[in-house]
């Protein structure tokens, strides 16, 4: 039972791969989006930065990046705190 059950779960999993690599975009290939124009266009006079990579982190996507600043942060700490106790 154990056998069958981990069989199909490894065939689901290759085939789920398979899928996914076959409907890949080519190396290089950008999908296509009207929002990339707009913050192509737009991020300067919104955001007053001149580098819309950094417009985009800070301003539109700002409290997306404070999660993910939270995170490392939390990580760092915990494994600061985790080492802490060994230098004795």
């Known amino acids: 039972m154990k056998k069958t059950l ?16 076959i409907g890949m975009r080519p190396f290089g290939v950008p999908l296509i989006s009207h929002m990339d124009d707009y913050f192509i266009q ?9 580098n819309v ?24 700490i915990g494994v600061a705190v985790l080492f802490r106790g060994g230098a004795k």
């Open 42 to 50: 737009n991020a300067q006079t919104e955001s007053g930065v001149n």
């Open 6 to 21: 981990f069989g199909l779960a490894f065939i689901f999993f290759v085939s789920f791969l398979v899928v996914a690599a």
């Open 53 to 76: 990579v950094t417009a985009i982190l800070f301003d539109y996507r700002g409290f997306d990046t404070l999660g993910e600043a939270t995170v490392l942060f939390t990580a760092v």
